[in-house]
């Protein structure tokens, strides 16, 4: 798990862990029913602000308009979840205090075969 002082020097790497212990394949399903749970789970309003996240995601893997690999961030706050470029535009300080959770997405594309792509989501920060 990477400490949120170093959050935004460590972002890139791969110093994170899995959602589940050991690294496997999940369809996009199940990716979409646990950033949803976790919208509930980590809000007091705005749950709903994932949707639009997820809908971004869906709409880019659709059309492939991405180079190669992908990554999103998931900010779960008591008033809403915000996407990777808000969460990044936070100073360490408001990262410290504002988030609950946050949450990466990774996805992996291996071109030859052009619908093969790998989802592995990812805690990075966990708050109560």
Known sequence: MLKIENFKETYDKQE???LWNTPQLFNWSDI????I???????????????ISINNIQKEIDN??????KSWLFGFRNGGV??????????TEE???????????DLT?????????ELILYEVEHRN
């Open 109 to 117: 594309w291996h071109k030859e075969y052009k619908d093969n792509i």
């Open 37 to 51: 749970r976790l919208s509930a789970k980590y809000t007091d309003s705005h749950a709903s602000d994932v949707v």
């Open 32 to 35: 979409i029913d646990k950033l």
């Open 82 to 91: 915000d996407h990777e470029e808000w969460v990044l535009s936070n100073s």
């Open 16 to 18: 994170i862990k899995p």
């Open 95 to 105: 990262l410290r205090t504002r988030y609950r959770n946050i949450w990466r997405l």
């Open 64 to 69: 492939y308009s991405f180079d190669e690999n």
